[in-house]
């Protein structure tokens, strides 16, 4: 019995986590100052995972994390004394068609794939070894740079997802069968999963990119909670608030020191 | 063999006679059954609807900003005119977006917003025909099809884990492994989900006919659709030496063509009220899609698929040879290539019979040109380039033609 509960905690262990790994430009310096920055209307959807383990997207929660991941975003960028202009729809820039917006999206969700192909699902190109971040909008983004006068975008996209009753009964079951032999103590149902994109308007180039997964194996036991003020905060915080400069950028600041 | 373990293996013999049973060719669905599920002007109720829904609007957002779309106001005109026929109480509720794809498809949305691929309209003979498709998939969505799919998989999804995580920790407490069992309901889940979609997609058919009759179409059209499919696809199997790819009955999505074109058949001779007059509309579908049946023919032969374009123009020529389908049955085997079969030859007939229609295109006179020339006949070949020119003076290889011509 003793060696179940030392399995169990274990698992639980490391089950539940919170990750983020991040990726820059090698010449990347975390915008400071009096910068201004355009957010992308962010792609947020929020589901219940049925005892099955498939999400039922749900429209109020997702209506909800939107609006709390706007607000916490506008909170933070304030700390930082950025300019920040949020776009809640495609028509919310001023002199901007949203197909000019629409088309860029698409344009970044393409680059976006292929940065998470190449960087963090293992097909590693060796043309790219070496060069941090090495990816761009390209022109189309400065051209809306250069109109707008903005000098950064970002992009956001962030799922969330918890369980729901009979997901956790499922799970409640799968413990209680470790005391007959039959142990399923981490079915896994719901979590978080998110990145941002940070596109310098003036080169074109995609300078920063995070991926953050936030989940446990065990179905009930939450990681956090974008639907909440509290929960949204913590996501925009482990998302965006720790950027890290580019390599030559830290170089040259460690033999300053 | 303690108590449990004969439960459990009950269980799986159950399960094993289910998908036993999904395999059984189910009776046609009547026409007459097919009652819309909703009225005009309606918007998700439940709450797993309204989740589908706003995910939808999204991806609606992004399909009618698409670059594959064909935007041409008059032919996008014509398609809403259709669906507005075919859409029984939802007519003034659907959307439709045609997509620039050279495929046989059509894919309705849960929130009642269809995707026609180019490659369909290159298909279809008449307005019924097309019109036909249309009402399948506004049956789709008249019928809620999306939202009870996803539904039943939630609900098998449910039993399913239940049942498997049950039957684990009773093997376990008894010492028996049930993985083996549980693979087998695994097994039959899956088999039953894509039953439950087969009957959907005969559901879409039945009431098809129905919608289309109601309007006056031709409702025989729908069945010939599907029988000038097999053939197509029969003739381009062959031609690469293949036989036609034919799903294990068991594991496809969509009733095989074969029984949807007999359950067609019979359902479109019940929905025709016996006085009534019914017509396939063909000059109107004819003068509809003039303007792009030229580009619809040029992205069906640059597929390279001879056998498929081959069948497709010749059953379009059933009602008439012209310039523009003579012209890309020359381009269908110029683009194949083959010494061995002729190609080349086959396709300067091709060309010299296309010259001969008064609708023949501009390149058609291009090629005849060219195949004249190397068949060693310049004279001709230069009255051929010359009406090239004549017709396509800005064309942008006209100075090239022009060397040709003094060469």
Wanted: charged share 25%; hydrophobic share 40%.
């Amino acid at each position: 019995m003793r060696r179940l509960g030392i399995a169990l905690i274990a698992s639980v262990a490391l089950a539940g986590c919170v990750q983020t790994r991040q990726y820059a430009d090698v010449e990347f310096a975390p915008p400071q100052g009096n910068y201004k920055l355009l957010v992308m209307r962010p792609d947020v959807t929020v589901g219940s995972v049925t005892t099955g383990g498939l999400v039922e997207p749900r429209a109020d929660w997702t209506e909800t994390a939107r609006t709390k991941l706007l607000a916490a975003i506008r909170a933070q960028q304030a700390e930082r004394g950025g300019n920040v202009l949020i776009l809640d729809r495609r028509d919310s820039l001023p002199g901007v068609d949203p197909d000019t917006i629409a088309e860029l999206e698409r344009l970044h969700y393409a680059v976006g794939s292929s940065i998470a192909l190449h960087r963090y699902s293992g097909a590693y190109l060796p043309t790219k070894r070496g060069k941090g971040l090495d990816w761009t909008l390209g022109e189309d983004a400065v051209a809306l740079g250069r109109r707008t006068g903005y000098d950064y975008a970002l992009f956001l996209h962030a799922e969330d997802s918890f369980a729901s009753t009979g997901r956790v009964g499922l799970q409640v079951l799968g413990i209680a069968g470790c005391f007959v032999g039959f142990c399923a103590p981490n079915i896994g149902g719901g979590g978080q999963f998110a990145y941002a994109s940070l596109v310098d308007l003036r080169t074109g180039e995609v300078v920063w990119f995070n991926v953050l997964q936030a989940g446990s194996q065990i179905a009930g036991i939450k990681m956090g909670d974008i639907r909440t003020d509290a929960g949204a905060a913590q996501m925009v915080d482990r998302l965006l608030d720790r950027m890290k400069p580019g390599r030559e950028v830290r170089r040259r600041q460690k033999a300053a020191q | 063999m303690s108590e449990l373990s004969r439960r459990t293996m009950l269980g799986g013999s159950g399960v094993l006679a289910l998908s036993l049973t999904t395999g059984i060719a189910q009776a046609r669905i009547l026409p007459k059954d097919m009652v819309p599920l909703i009225g005009p002007g309606y918007r998700a109720v439940d709450q797993d609807e309204k989740g589908l829904w706003q995910q939808m609007e999204r991806v609606e957002e992004e399909v009618a900003g698409s670059n594959l779309l064909i935007k041409d106001p008059r032919l996008t005109a014509y398609l809403g005119d259709l669906i507005g026929r075919v859409g029984g109480p939802a007519a003034k509720d659907m959307r439709i977006y045609l997509a620039r794809i050279p495929e046989f498809n059509a894919v309705m949305f849960p929130t009642g917003f269809a995707v026609v691929f180019s490659g369909l309209l290159l298909r279809m003979r008449n307005e019924a025909q097309l019109a036909g498709v249309i009402a399948h998939e506004s049956a789709h969505f008249l019928r809620k099809h999306q939202l009870r799919q996803w539904r039943d998989m939630r609900r098998k999804t449910d039993i399913f884990s239940f049942l498997a995580m049950g039957a684990g920790v009773a093997g376990g407490a008894a010492g028996v492994y049930a993985g083996d069992l549980v693979q087998l309901a695994q097994l039959g889940t899956i088999l039953s989900l894509l039953k439950y979609n087969r009957t959907l997609e005969a559901e879409a058919d039945a009431m098809g006919v129905r919608l289309l009759a109601e309007a006056g179409y031709d409702p025989t059209g729908m069945s010939e659709t599907w029988q000038q499919l097999i053939a197509e696809r029969d003739l381009s199997a062959k031609y690469r030496r293949k036989k036609r790819e034919r799903d294990f009955s068991l594991f496809s999505t969509h009733p095989a063509p074969e029984s949807r074109m007999a359950d067609l058949r019979i359902s479109a001779a019940e929905a025709k009220v016996p006085g009534r007059r019914y017509d396939d509309f063909r000059d109107r579908y004819l003068a509809a899609l003039a303007p792009i049946r030229p580009t619809l023919l040029d992205d069906q032969v640059k597929l390279n698929d001879p056998g498929a374009s081959q069948y497709v123009i010749e059953t379009l020529a059933r009602d008439g040879w012209n310039g523009l389908l003579r012209f890309y049955e020359g381009e269908t085997w110029r683009l194949r290539n083959s010494q061995k079969q002729h190609d080349e030859l086959r396709a300067a007939q091709g060309y010299a019979a296309a010259i001969l229609y008064p609708d023949a295109p501009a390149d058609a006179w291009r090629w005849h040109g060219i195949m004249l020339m190397k068949q060693g006949r310049p004279v001709e070949a230069r009255a051929a380039f010359a009406r090239y020119l004549q017709m396509a003076p800005n064309a942008p290889d006209a100075p090239f033609v022009r060397q040709m011509m003094a060469g």
